[in-house]
């Protein structure tokens, strides 16, 4: 055989990680040799990519796909869905071919092969997988592997009437959060086989949704139950996994949850006049064609809270590590300053381009004439008193490159330009932290000309 993949990344794996393959060939004697490679989105015969590159001094070739496959990923807007939805932009399949190309002499012309066979002529077809499940987000250097530690996010378990307890959503978010009405939020899941390999009887099969709502004694409610119709259709057709696995798409292994206060009035939830907090609960589908209430993908409690006295605050929706969205409301004062660039040049006061007889005194006439005032708005949020697990968290606010915050029913983009933390500490050495930050609207106020 001609190519050997030695080494290829896990699926499913992050597009921001370093995506190392490793291989090797029984020809790299022969002149010019170069390994070849493709890259394709599964199902689309369009080339993304192809890459040549000669043999290291050992004489293996060595690949990096994470400049390639990163620009192929985008956002998944899905704040304000209230109901379950796919991922079209930030999850998906590609498929990843090897071959190698020599000529017959140092001088001669090269021909392509590809890669399965020795000397057989075509495009690079050796894989490794059939498809890799790439997800845009990101691995930090310092993780201890090169992969993304997918284990700890989805595992296909077996599609059977089994109890199980996950914390698999795509988030280090904490489980108890606060939040308010007419918030937007969302949670996200791989779904089915994640893996890309399609099986009738594993799956990280996320079926339903389940909204238990409380009062301020921890009385239980109203319970509504929210099931997914992605691949199963409507709950009149609703079937077992077992008759759905083979409809998965890449678009399908990745799905958005609404948990939000608002998503779930929008989904058509009643609240319970004496709400104080309401529990989410992912399920996978039991054998009977129900949820499973014994087997939990992940579980939050959201407590319902008031605005506060001195403001509204800003509520943010950002980018996380795992590529969807976190939500966290900084509840305390804001503030607001612009600043004015006015951009002007000097006309002289005597009107040499008159287009009269004379040249007439104009007392309205300028000299320093504006043609445009840049406007640069700044603003300030001031976060409650943070815990050590949430001030850890909100890094990643910082850190995200895609920040957004909730102004009524609209997501507006910012930049955060800074942040500062305060700490502090009493004599128990508990700590205590809080962040300020200064963003601005990535889309400034104009001025007229």
């Not at 795509?170 to 939020?185: F, H």
């Not at 949430?390 to 009524?408: C, K, M, P």
């Amino acid at each position: 055989m001609a190519i050997t993949i030695n080494q290829q990344p896990t699926s499913p794996n992050m597009a921001n990680a370093d995506l190392l393959y490793s291989v090797s060939s029984n020809q790299i004697s022969q002149p010019q040799f170069q390994y070849v490679v493709d890259v394709f989105e599964s199902g689309s015969s369009t080339l993304i990519q192809r890459i040549k590159q000669q043999a290291n001094p050992s004489g293996y070739g060595v690949f990096n796909m994470r400049q390639i496959l990163s620009y192929q990923m985008d956002s998944d807007n899905v704040w304000k869905t209230d109901v379950f939805t796919t991922s079209s932009e930030c999850n998906k399949s590609f498929i990843v071919q090897f071959g190698e190309e020599y000529g017959t002499s140092v001088s001669g012309a090269v021909a392509l092969y590809d890669g399965i066979q020795n000397i057989t002529a075509g495009a690079p077809a050796k894989t490794g997988s059939a498809q890799y499940i790439i997800t845009d987000g990101l691995v930090e250097p310092n993780s201890g592997d090169w992969n993304f530690a997918s284990s700890s996010y989805y595992s296909n378990e077996l599609i059977d009437d089994i109890a199980f307890t996950h914390s698999f959503a795509l988030s280090t978010a904490p489980k108890t959060q606060s939040i308010r009405e007419g918030d937007y939020l969302t949670l996200s899941f791989y779904n089915g086989n994640a893996d890309g390999i399609n099986n009738a009887t594993n799956a990280q099969d996320i079926y339903n949704l389940e909204v238990k709502q409380y009062d301020s004694s921890g009385v239980l409610g109203t319970t509504t139950n929210i099931t997914s119709s992605i691949l199963r259709g409507s709950p009149a057709t609703a079937k077992l996994w077992g008759q759905v696995y083979t409809s998965q798409s890449a678009e399908t292994r990745l799905v958005h949850l609404p948990a939000g206060y608002q998503n779930l009035t929008d989904n058509g939830i009643s609240w319970d006049s004496d709400l104080a907090y309401y529990e989410v609960k992912v399920n996978p589908q039991a054998t009977d064609g129900d949820k499973n209430e014994n087997a939990i993908w992940d579980s939050f409690r959201f407590n319902v809270e008031g605005l506060e006295c001195i403001g509204e605050g800003v509520r943010f929706a950002w980018k996380n590590e795992f590529g969807v969205w976190d939500y966290y409301n900084f509840t305390l004062a804001e503030g607001a300053v612009s600043n004015m660039e006015r951009l002007q040049y000097e006309q002289i006061f005597v009107p040499y381009n008159t287009s009269t007889t004379t040249a007439n005194y104009d007392i309205t006439r300028r000299g320093n004439k504006p043609f445009n005032n840049k406007i640069t708005r700044s603003k300030t949020a001031n976060s409650d008193w943070l815990t050590q697990s949430e001030a850890d968290w909100l890094r990643e606010l910082f850190y995200s490159t895609n920040v957004y915050i909730q102004d009524g029913t609209d997501f507006k983009p910012v930049i955060i330009t800074d942040a500062s933390i305060v700490e502090k500490t009493n004599p128990r050495t508990q700590k205590v932290f809080q962040y300020l930050i200064n963003y601005q609207l990535a889309n400034q106020p104009r001025s007229r000309f």
